[in-house]
């Protein structure tokens, strides 16, 4: 049974999205082109630390959005106007992303990607939220097991296509809609159109998480729950994996269940040391990106783009960009994989400390004029 009344912010909640934001940031950011491999995506099949961040991000979407439209319900706002709030604030994300592959090169809108990491995530939140707002769990779960299973069959079943990258449907769809200048590459976009659909079985997969955090369960009862569910959905991922390969760029149906899952256990226990132990210290920095992880999420890609375009000298009298320069400069004396890293690690606590100015500038006290 779902609690009628407001709930108080889960501060577990926003740690584990910090936990995450930290990570992309570091995924994100290598000092060099040759990183640890585990920080590195997937070329194809297969499942690295850097492929938990993106669905993660759109678990926690899911959790989310259950919990604060939970809350405005409490404030017994109509759902006409929920839903009029999550199609504005999904259409913004989805704007936020457009935005981030514009600049700065492709403002004139002949080469333009038009799918992205953003774009996907405002897509997931509009639909999951709204049948959050329309359906029963029951309903929601038969909607997962249908789209999994539904991907399934049309990914390997269909005759003609296979699981490759140059053979598979989400590339041939992608392809059929778009001018290659508005993929990610002429060939294959691994945001596309098709593999959107699995992706929003990862936001519903938040959306039960969301709604059990709400239940009149006890705190130990729902850290129970968890683990066992994610156990469970980790395994059959697992398992799925023999005939529908872990693989992030087709979103695959296995890749849902392991990462839910994954995602689910990691969650639980950052939830039972923070609101169960009430071990909180530990969390504070990750608690303060997971409070700001659109913003530090956009930053940090412009940030990425402009250090792109800056180019200097290095020692060598070669040109390079400015993050190889910097990581050159400062961590030259290690090996490619330790600079690369480091520098990653060092710009991950660069965000961190902005957003420390950041909030201790709002709590400030402003004199009078």
């Known amino acids: 049974m779902i609690q009628k009344s407001a709930t108080k912010r889960l501060i577990s909640l926003d740690v584990f999205r910090g936990i995450t934001i930290a990570l992309m940031i570091i995924v994100n950011s290598p000092g060099n082109a040759t990183p640890y491999y585990w920080l590195a995506h997937s070329l194809w099949n297969g499942c690295t630390l850097a492929d938990l961040v993106f669905p993660f991000f759109i678990v926690i979407a899911g959790i989310s959005s259950v919990i604060a439209l939970s809350n405005l319900r409490a404030k017994e706002i109509p759902t006409a106007q929920l839903f009029k709030k999550v199609i504005i604030r999904g259409t913004y994300i989805f704007l936020l992303g457009f935005f981030l592959n514009a600049f700065p090169h492709h403002f004139d809108g002949s080469s333009i990607r038009v799918m992205g990491v953003l774009q996907r995530i405002g897509i997931c939140y509009i639909i999951s939220s709204m049948l959050f707002l329309t359906t029963k769990i029951r309903t929601q779960v038969l909607l997962i097991v249908t789209l999994l299973l539904s991907y399934w069959a049309f990914m390997v079943v269909v005759p003609g296509y296979d699981l490759s990258l140059e053979g598979n449907l989400v590339g041939y769809i992608d392809r059929l809609i778009f001018a290659p200048t508005y993929l990610y590459s002429p060939m294959f976009d691994p945001e596309g159109l098709l593999s ?6 990862s936001a519903l997969l938040g959306n039960l998480i969301g709604q059990m955090l709400l239940s009149s369960r006890s705190q130990e009862k729902k850290f129970q729950w968890m683990v066992c569910t994610g156990i469970l959905l980790s395994l059959l991922g697992w398992f799925w994996r023999f ?19 994954l995602a689910l256990l990691i969650f639980s226990f950052i939830y039972a040391a923070i609101e169960i132990k009430q071990w909180k210290r530990w969390s504070i920095p990750f608690d303060c990106f997971g409070r700001h992880a659109l913003l530090v999420y956009m930053l940090h890609v412009l940030f990425l783009k402009i250090q792109a375009m800056i180019q200097l000298h290095n020692t060598a009298g070669k040109v390079v960009n400015l993050r190889l320069y910097l990581t050159e400069s400062l961590f030259g004396q290690l090996s490619p994989q330790n600079a690369a890293v480091c520098y990653s690690i060092s710009y991950m606590l660069f965000w961190l400390f902005v957003l420390i100015i950041i909030e201790k500038r709002e709590h400030y006290p402003k004199k009078r004029c």
């Open 196 to 201: 959107t659909i699995p992706s929003i079985a």
């Open 243 to 261: 005939t529908f390969p872990l693989n992030k760029a087709l979103w695959s149906s296995s890749y849902v269940l392991w990462t839910g899952g």
